[in-house]
Nanobody
Framework: QVQLVESGGGLVQAGGSLKLSCTTS????????MGWYRQAPGKQRELVAN???????NYADSVKGRFTISRDNAKNTVYLQMNSLKPEDTAVYYC???????WGQGYWGRGTQVTVSS
């Protein structure tokens, strides 16, 4: 049973920073494509950033230059450093892992709330 556990969400003022973490169990993390998605109220879930097994990254245009995704394979953990936060970044942030046996939808965490006040 693959489990992903997110942490690090919270309430922050505009211009502030937060760092999200997602830790998973299992030995399949090192080959996984790890991603952070977010879903704001009334909106569809969208990709924020992802990182593959060799560290190549991809970002949504709305977060380029402000967010940084990274991974620590020794800790089975992926991070999302979020700087210069804006009220429009308010959403539930979800961790996703695509890996052997589930390269389609992947596995999902339960999400962590990020709220940015103006």
């Amino acid at each position: 049973q693959v489990q992903l556990v997110e942490s690090g969400g919270g309430l922050v003022q505009a211009g502030g920073s937060l760092k999200l973490s997602c830790t998973t169990s299992g030995s399949i993390f090192s080959i996984a494509i790890m991603g952070w998605y977010r879903q704001a109220p009334g909106k569809q879930r969208e990709l924020v950033a992802n990182i593959n097994s060799v560290g190549s990254t991809n970002y949504a245009d709305s977060v380029k230059g402000r967010f940084t995704i990274s991974r620590d394979n020794a800790k089975n953990t992926v991070y999302l450093q979020m700087n210069s936060l804006k009220p429009e970044d308010t959403a539930v942030y979800y961790c996703n892992m695509k890996t052997h046996g589930n390269w389609g939808q992947g596995y999902w965490g339960r999400g962590t709330q990020v709220t940015v006040s103006s």
